[in-house]
């Protein structure tokens, strides 16, 4: 790869779907942009860091979607959803939710870095109850959790705030609270502690 300007970070995966995969076509492409000792780094949320030279941005990152990857900023952002791997199937699993949730909130700026998931089932594969905002269907219905923390001596279990919402009301009240963190937090205040400033209260009031 050529040296010729300063090397950004960009988080890729290969969209939301049945698992965390990647087709051949995007490992390629992907290797494209890396040099032979160069490293990607995978993270816990289902994504891929890899360096590109920020002047050739938009060009890389259209080649990239071109063969279906998804490309979001890495740093105070909303981070892309982290989903289960959707064992029984598009419909039971709340597939298209997903996808529309991660369509509304990933790469959303934030006062720090902000995790999300989901999970079809209440087995929680995809652990919604150890990020700051979780999301888990039950049934035709998704009950929602906050203030998941999963790293540090003050690791906590995200509570209940809502339970038995439609799509329609899931998306309306994840958008609300990711706008009232955005105007309310502080900079590089964490949502675990900017939860425990404001209060659970204020995010749906």
């Known amino acids: 790869m050529e040296n010729d300007s ?3 970070k960009l988080a890729i995966n290969g969209g939301i779907g049945f698992g965390a995969k990647l087709s051949s076509k995007q490992l390629l492409m992907i290797s494209k942009y890396m040099d032979e000792d160069e490293e990607l780094e995978l993270t ?18 259209a080649e990239f979607q071109h063969v279906g990857l998804a490309c979001y900023p890495v ?23 997903a996808r529309e949730i991660n369509r509304r909130i990933a790469g959303r700026p934030v006062p720090f870095t902000l995790k999300v998931a989901y999970t079809g089932c209440p087995i929680g594969c995809g652990e919604p109850l150890l990020s700051d905002i979780g999301i888990m269907k039950i049934r035709e219905h998704y009950n929602l959790y906050v203030g998941g923390k999963a790293k540090g001596k003050d690791a906590e279990v995200g509570s209940l705030l809502l339970e038995n919402l439609t799509p329609e009301e899931l998306y309306a009240v994840v958008e609300k609270i990711i706008s009232v963190y955005s105007q309310m937090g502080k900079k590089r205040e964490t949502f675990y502690k ?4 404001i209060g659970r209260g204020q995010l749906i009031s």
């Open 6 to 8: 300063k090397k950004i």
């Open 44 to 61: 816990t949320f289902q994504q891929l860091y890899i360096e590109i030279p920020e002047n050739k941005k938009e060009e890389i990152i």
């Open 75 to 97: 740093g105070s952002f909303v981070k892309s959803l982290r989903t289960c791997n959707f064992c029984k199937g598009e419909e039971e699993e709340g597939m298209p939710v």
């Open 194 to 197: 900017f939860l425990k400033r």
